[in-house]
């Protein structure tokens, strides 16, 4: 690895770490004897639909500068999709469209954190948010989920309460969970919701597997509560539900008073999403319910495969998730998940991501990604028993 000691660029981005799950993929990327399940996708290609919708839009010559808060037809597609999902309506000005749900985090701690500031953050978490506070100058920080005995996780938010100080601009929360696949509860929103109008705090609740959940409704959201008037920012995505990782699409829920903020951090991060893929974004969204259907039967599927071979190895303690498509697993005895999945990757030429990428909660646990064929997964778990037993 180059050393990046002698760079003169800001402290803060020299000292950012490189995410561990690229450490792992940039070890067996490339090698087609792999079974790569270290990051959060799946094998399924973007449906047919989207990708017409998208040569159409080019070929109609939708590709000139557009809105920055996106495209007026996509807004209110969003507006209309999310208002059928959840108890109270959204409207079309409180949605931004950004270039990938990781864009949108960029932007909301662009927007919140000063340097010095800290965002309370529930963990394990994927790394991302945290980066985007540290390279604002803030701090992001980590309060852990409690591990519950048999696998699965529960939340302590007396504990996420009592992390708030006077530099805390707003809690994270990650539901359904990567990596944990937790979910938080009404009730739990509720609290949550009070504690941050009480104390003039944002809440930034990050809902990209919003749709990948396991039970019969959509899982618990902020929107079912949330006043326009809220400190309340939604994150979104067309990455997981839609196959469309490698589009960079996604939206934010924001107060309408946010919006002309955004609207000038969009001009000087992007100057808006790009025009044709926004226009695939709207028959995503009016024409995907059958595809998201069959993609998380597929991955339930996959999970149970997953979860009933990995409970059966000897060493291993992990709980059926009920969103998301991670079996985020303890496995007794590990004290370095990182070294463990890199001797995991060369002998049994499986990809996982180690625990320690998702805070220091993490450690000791492995995240395998289910979404992909079932018969992959019981393959790939097979061929890591003997790591496992
Ligand atoms: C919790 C969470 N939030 C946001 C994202 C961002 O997704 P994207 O940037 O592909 O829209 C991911 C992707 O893995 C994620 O796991």
Redesign the pocket.
Known sequence: MTSTESIPVRDAIRDLRASRIAEISALGMGDPDVIALW???GDLPTPDFIGRAANAAIEAGHTFYTYKAGLPELRSAIAGYLTGLYARPTAAERILV?S??????MLVAQALIDPGDNLVIIAP??P??AAAVSIMGGEPRLVALDPVPGGGWSLDLGRIFAACDTRTRGIFI?SP???TGWMISAGEIEDLLAFARARGLWLIA?E??GRIVYGNRPAPSFLDQGAPEDRLIV??????SWA??G????WLTIPPDLLPVMEKLVEFNTSGSPTFLQHAGIAAIREGEPFIARFVARCRAARDVAIDALQACRRVEVARPDG?FYAFFRVDGIADSLAFAKDALGRTKVGLAPGSAFGPMGEGYLRLCFARDPRIIAEAVDRLRPLLD
């Open positions: 990051y959060g996708e950004s990938s749900g990781m864009s949108a985090l978490i994927w991302n948010i990650n969970g990567n990596p990050d990209v597997y994150v979104n995505s067309f990455s997981k469309m990782t589009w960079r699409l996604g998301a």
